[in-house]
C-alpha cells in the first residue's frame, strides 16, 4: 500500500530567542489539510503572509537557511524542518511572530519531544516521492563540499565532516528510518569555531547565541587577554575552555558535530516538498549546498514532467477502442474527443485524440490557420480522466462526471491538424466523489498543455 500523507494530531507552541536576531519568538505550529505542505505564517505582518517550506524560495543560507516570499521571511528554519519532517509530518501550519525561528538549545530535540508528545495522524492522500534512479551529484571543490545521491528504495543519510581541526577530527554520522531521529540525531546542537565569533558578530548576527545553544570549538590557545574579552562579550564570569571547547562543554556524542550536520541535511533536503526515495553521501555538507542541490533536483523534476509517462505505439491494440469508450462515456461526436486508450491501471491513464482536419471546430478556429481551442484540450483531458474514474465503479453507465475547477492550465505549443494528441491523467486525490487530477497533453513527446482538473463523480437522475 502506498504510504499517506500526514499531519500532527494537535498545535504544538515554542518560545525561545531568535539565533542571529536575538528575538524574543513565539511559534506555534499547527495541524494542517492534505498536500498543504509545509509553510511559515508571519502573524506579526498585516494579512499574515505565508511563505511555503520549499527550496524555491530559499533565498539566504550564510549562517542558517531562509526562505522568502513577498513580505514574508523565516529564517533558520533547518532544525524545525528537520524535526517535522523526519518525524513523519507532511502538512503543518507555522504560526510565527517573528523573521527568524527560536532557536531553543540549539539542537532540534525539544521539538521532536513535542511532536512526538502529541503524535500524528494518518490522511487520506497518498505521500509524494521522488524515486531516483540515477547517481546525482553536487559539488563545490573549493570548500571540499561533495554530495551524492545513488537510486535506493528507502531514504538513508551518511556525512562525513572534516575540517582539518585537531579538536573535531573525522567525524561520521548516519541516517535511517530504522534510526531513532529524536534520541540520535534531534539532541545535537549547532556549532561554531572560536575564530568565527568574532566576524560574525561584526555583522550583526548572533545576538541571540550564547554558551547554552552552541558549541564552541577552540582550536587555538587563547590568552588570558582574549578570555577577559570573551568574558564581557558573553556577560559570563566563569568562561573556561578544556578540552578544545569554551566552557567544558560536555558532548551528548563523541560525533555531535557530524551529527549536528546531519539535522541540518534531513531539514534541508525536506525543502524539495516531496519524500525522497535515494541514498545520500554528504562530505562537508552546508545549507549552500544542501539547498542548491535540491534546488537542482527540483527543476529536473519539473523537467521530467514534461515527457510522457507512458510509451504509445500505434501499432500495438489499445485496451479500449472507440466503441468501449463509448460505452464508458456519454459523449458523442463531434464532442467524443477520446479515440482510444493504450494505457491504464489504478490511478493513472494514457488516451489518444487523433485530431483531424474533419474536426468541426476548424472551421471557424481558424479557417486560414487551423489551431485545435485550448478549451477543447483540457476537455480531452477531462473526457480521458472521466474514462479512469467510471472504469472503477461497478455501473459506470449510472455515474457522470462534471467538472468543477481546472488549475494551474499552461498552453505550451499549438496543437494542429495531423497531430496525435497523447492525454496523460494522474489521480492525486479521490473521496466523497471529487477526484482531483494532474493532466497533461502531448504532441511528439513535447508537453502541449497542463491542468490540474477537479470533478464530481454523480449518480445519474
Not at 187 to 215: Q, S, Y
Not at 344 to 360: L, Q
Amino acid at each position: 500500500m502506498a504510504a499517506k500523507q500526514q499531519t500532527l494530531a494537535a498545535s504544538i507552541s515554542f518560545t525561545g530567542k531568535g539565533l542571529h536576531t536575538g528575538l524574543q519568538v513565539e511559534m506555534t505550529v499547527h495541524p494542517a489539510e492534505e498536500n498543504r505542505g509545509i509553510v511559515f505564517r508571519r502573524v506579526d505582518i498585516e494579512g499574515a503572509p505565508e511563505v511555503p517550506a520549499l527550496c524555491e524560495y530559499v533565498t539566504d543560507t550564510s549562517r542558517g537557511t531562509t526562505i522568502e516570499k513577498g513580505e514574508a521571511k523565516v529564517s533558520t528554519i533547518e532544525h524545525i524542518m528537520s524535526a517535522l519532517w523526519t518525524l513523519g509530518v507532511d502538512n503543518a501550519v507555522v504560526d510565527i511572530n517573528a523573521p527568524e525561528t527560536p532557536i531553543m538549545d540549539g539542537s532540534a530535540r525539544e521539538y521532536a519531544e513535542r511532536i512526538m508528545e502529541v503524535g500524528t495522524v494518518e490522511q487520506e492522500a497518498e505521500r509524494k516521492y521522488f524515486e531516483v534512479t540515477e547517481k546525482q551529484v553536487y559539488t563545490l571543490p573549493e570548500k571540499g563540499v561533495a554530495i551524492v545521491i545513488y537510486p535506493d528504495d528507502e531514504y538513508s543519510v551518511s556525512v562525513h565532516v572534516d575540517y582539518n581541526s585537531k579538536v573535531v577530527g573525522n567525524q561520521y554520522a548516519v541516517y535511517s528510518k530504522e534510526d531513532n531521529y529524536a534520541e540520535k540525531i534531534a539532541m545535537c546542537r549547532t556549532f561554531v569555531f572560536l575564530h568565527e565569533l568574532e566576524p560574525l558578530m561584526k555583522m550583526n548576527l548572533i545576538k541571540g547565541g550564547d554558551l547554552d545553544n552552541a558549541i564552541v570549538v577552540v582550536e587555538n590557545p587563547v590568552s588570558d587577554e582574549q578570555l577577559e574579552h570573551l568574558k564581557k562579550i558573553f556577560g559570563k564570569e566563569d568562561i573556561r575552555i578544556t578540552g578544545g571547547y569554551l566552557n567544558n562543554q560536555q558532548l551528548r556524542a563523541n560525533n555531535e558535530l557530524a551529527r549536528h550536520k546531519l539535522l541540518d541535511l534531513l531539514g534541508d533536503f525536506a525543502l524539495l516538498g516531496m519524500r525522497i526515495k535515494g541514498r545520500v553521501w554528504a562530505t562537508r555538507p552546508g545549507h549552500y549546498a544542501n539547498t542548491e542541490f535540491m534546488k537542482d533536483i527540483s527543476r529536473a523534476i519539473r523537467r521530467s514532467g514534461e515527457k510522457p509517462s507512458f510509451k504509445y505505439s500505434a501499432k500495438e491494440q489499445p485496451l479500449m477502442d472507440i466503441n468501449q469508450i463509448k460505452s464508458l462515456l456519454p459523449h458523442r461526436p463531434p464532442f467524443l474527443l477520446v479515440d482510444r486508450v493504450f494505457h491504464i491501471d489504478e490511478n493513472a491513464i494514457g488516451g489518444i485524440k487523433n485530431v483531424s482536419m474533419n474536426e468541426p471546430f476548424f472551421v471557424g478556429h481558424f479557417p486560414e490557420e487551423p489551431v485545435m481551442p485550448g478549451v477543447l484540450i483540457i476537455e480531452a483531458l477531462a473526457q480521458c480522466c472521466g474514462i479512469l474514474v467510471l472504469s472503477r465503479v461497478e455501473d459506470p453507465e449510472s455515474y457522470s462526471t462534471y467538472f468543477l475547477k481546472a488549475d494551474g492550465v499552461k498552453w505550451k505549443r499549438k496543437v494542429v491538424p495531423g497531430d496525435t494528441l497523447q492525454l496523460e491523467c494522474h489521480i492525486v486525490d479521490m473521496r466523497r466523489g471529487i477526484c482531483t487530477a494532474e493532466c497533461k497533453a502531448f504532441v511528439s513527446g513535447l508537453l502541449a498543455c497542463e491542468a490540474t482538473l477537479t470533478a464530481q463523480i454523480a449518480k445519474k437522475k
